[in-house]
């Protein structure tokens, strides 16, 4: 696997657990709204400086008994053909996992969940789940109904949340269609657009929804979730 970051402490990113983020490289969307493009964009990536497996397996073995958990986000992790093994000897560790993805890869999804190397996953829910929609908003091709595969793998988890960014192209209608989409599930959060680093430099410091907004169409999705939250 190839790591373009590594960020040693976060109390926000597993909930309620001390963890640390390990970032992949790599990401088969282009979402012009992604903070991430140094490990997303080829041109970017190969002069990113990357991190060996070995020395993060070495700083999580200086944190056991420290930190409870380890986020695995990306890019897109599920990308990896060795993720699963890299995931193992995190989990052999002692350490929880929580796995971020955008769901275009049940096949790995549904193996990491089947041999319990995962114990909290959060999916990014793009768009209306159309291809339209999703391509609008992702910039490539989505085959929708692998990204509807991995939705009810998650759904079956005892842990995992739903989050969708809500970028410009975004509006209510949207959002109540996704929630619609969905179908009953227990976590939804809506997530702010943040504009200050984008993929897309066009979208640099444009505003989106804002959290009064969005607070509102929470107000309007809430039955259909067990919790619904505004980021």
Do not use: W
């Not at 995962?118 to 989505?142: C, F, H, Q, T, W």
């Amino acid at each position: 696997m190839v790591f373009g970051g590594l960020q040693q402490l976060s109390l926000i990113d597993y909930p309620g657990k001390i963890c640390a983020i390990i970032f992949t490289t790599g990401c088969n969307f282009r979402c012009h709204f992604c903070y991430n493009k140094e490990i997303v964009l080829p041109e970017l990536i190969k002069d990113h400086v990357c991190i060996e497996k070995e020395d993060i397996l070495n700083f999580l073995k200086s944190r056991v008994g420290k930190i409870e958990a380890v986020c695995v986000t990306g890019g897109e992790p599920t990308l990896h053909s060795d993720l699963k093994d890299f995931l193992k000897e995190i989990k052999d560790l002692g350490f929880l996992i929580k796995l971020d993805t955008n769901g275009t890869n049940p096949l790995m999804l549904e193996e990491v969940l089947k041999e319990k190397l995962v114990d909290y996953v959060a999916m990014d829910i793009k768009a209306p789940l159309n291809e339209e929609s999703y391509m609008r908003v992702v910039g490539v091709g989505v085959d929708i109904s692998k990204i509807k595969k991995s939705i009810e793998l998650i759904k079956g988890l005892d842990n995992y949340e739903f989050r969708t960014t809500v970028e410009l192209g975004l509006k209510e209608e949207d959002i109540l269609q996704i929630a619609s989409d969905l179908g009953f599930a227990k976590r939804y959060f809506l997530q702010e657009f943040k504009s200050d680093y984008t993929l897309d430099e066009k979208y640099v410091n444009m505003k989106g929804l804002d959290k009064k907004e969005l607070e509102l169409i929470k107000e309007k999705i809430k039955d259909k979730f067990e919790q619904v939250n505004v980021r």
